[in-house]
């Protein structure tokens, strides 16, 4: 994994849980975000046109009544689409399901195809469902550029995608659209088959509201949740929907028994308060998710666990409310044997250090706490000195309160949040984030 400032040289945080016995091969990959070295050609036919592979044989899901066997078909993998969950639409293609709740954000499991194969030209089938269709290719787990290719497209109409290698040698293949598409099956070479990949790569499933599931134009390969399944080596399977909480007509107990209970995950990233910190007091949404992630252990049992603290989206602003949020949730995931991430507080230190003392004379590098942020003094500050921003920095993962366009100059916050609606990340915001929780998973899975 590249060097990272926000990360690099700080202590790392302890992990509530380790007590599962989890598969080493959740392990095996060190952080990285390499980029394939097999790099094919990736074009989109024109609409309605024919595939191009001469004598080309097809390949298709296998059927099972109204629905496609996604789960058990013995030469394409469907990765993270639950068995019954891969609809057959009118145009007889696969075309996933909405997550609970999530019609309104046009949220669906999304058909991503995994196969082995050994040719050079591959293609794809889709039909689009908007004016738009974006695909992530992945060879060997890898992915083959740094963005998704992306293509115009005419709603309705049927594509081909093609892939054409420089060479024939078997590969691990996965096409990951990013956002609605309905996938029809593959075309091969008529001297090449299509095999199931028979090692399964590890799932990661980030639970929760916009803040993961992407917003104002950052979607799948891009938002935090992707960045840290690519740094992770895993498959995501992202059960972000914007507009979720603990509670509310989205509450995350609504979407357990569907959406958490179809993939049941390896690992699963639990992150849902922002949406409930106005009207509901932090003792409540302690409460609620000590129940959701108890029925999250029941429906999926196997899944390591990862809860996230309080949002800190306004930086490091004075926030009683989030700083008691943040410790109850901690002591949730104390409880339940869980493993806890703070944004406000990442390198657990809140507890331990002393309180910022006016009285006290400060030295550059000096940690103290105050208004429930810890605290580096980066400029020295003599005696008697009040409290003040040019002395000090907090450690949390966003810092300061300014934000693009209307900068502070107190912290990351200025190029993290955009002036769209000062809550969501812009894309610098999803690399901090989804590289910092890639650092802290991958901590505690190789600890346990």
Not at 4 to 23: C, E, K, V, Y
Not at 31 to 50: E, H, R, W, Y
Request: aromatic share 8%.
């Amino acid at each position: 994994m590249p060097d990272n400032p926000n990360i690099a040289d700080r202590p790392q945080a302890s992990s509530a849980s380790n007590a599962r016995a989890l598969n080493p091969s959740l392990i095996a990959r060190t952080l990285t975000a390499a980029i394939s070295q097999d790099i094919p050609t990736v074009t989109l036919g024109t609409a309605g046109a024919a595939p191009t592979i001469s004598g080309g044989i097809p390949y298709h899901l296998r059927r099972l009544g109204a629905v496609y066997d996604t789960s058990g078909d013995p030469q394409i993998e469907i990765v993270g689409c639950p068995q019954g969950e891969g609809l057959v639409d009118a145009t007889d293609t696969l075309r996933g399901d909405f997550l609970t709740n999530g019609a309104s954000q046009a949220r669906r499991w999304t058909p991503s195809p995994r196969i082995m194969y050994g040719g050079t030209q591959l293609e794809a089938g889709y039909r689009a469902l908007g004016t738009t269709m974006s695909f992530m290719v992945y060879v060997d787990g890898l992915p083959v550029a740094n963005a998704p290719f992306d293509f115009s497209t005419t709603a309705a109409a049927r594509y081909w995608l093609n892939l054409t290698f420089p060479t024939a040698r078997p590969r691990e293949i996965r096409i990951e659209p990013q956002g609605d598409a309905g996938f029809r099956g593959f075309i091969v070479e008529p001297t090449r088959n299509v095999q199931r990949v028979k090692t399964r790569r590890p799932t990661i499933s980030f639970f929760g509201d916009s803040l993961l599931g992407g917003a104002n134009g950052i979607t799948g390969f891009n938002t935090a949740a992707g960045i840290a399944a690519r740094y992770l080596g895993f498959d995501n399977v992202n059960l972000s929907i914007g507009g979720s909480g603990v509670f509310g007509t989205a509450a995350m107990q609504t979407r357990i028994p569907t959406d958490v209970a179809g993939v049941q995950p390896d690992v699963l990233v639990y992150w849902a308060n922002q949406n409930d910190r106005a009207g509901n007091t932090p003792a409540a949404i302690a409460t609620q998710t000590e129940i959701d992630l108890l029925n999250i252990e029941r429906v999926s049992p196997l899944s390591e666990l990862f809860l996230i603290g309080s949002s800190n989206q306004s930086g490091d602003a004075t926030d009683p409310n989030g700083e008691t949020l943040d410790a109850l949730l901690r002591d949730v995931a104390r409880r339940m044997n869980v493993n806890f991430i703070s944004v406000r507080d990442p390198y657990d230190q809140l507890a331990t250090v002393p309180p910022f003392n006016q009285a006290e004379a400060n030295i550059v590098g000096d940690v103290r706490s105050i208004n429930g942020f810890v605290w580096r003094c980066i400029v020295a500050k003599a005696a008697n000195v009040a409290f003040s921003r040019t002395n000090w920095r907090s450690t949390a993962l966003m810092n300061g309160t300014g934000r693009v366009g209307t900068p502070t100059g107190d912290g990351n916050r200025d190029i993290l949040i955009g002036a769209t609606d000062n809550i969501h990340g812009l894309q610098e915001w999803h690399n901090l984030f989804g590289a910092f929780f890639a650092q802290r998973i991958y901590d505690a899975l190789k600890a346990s």
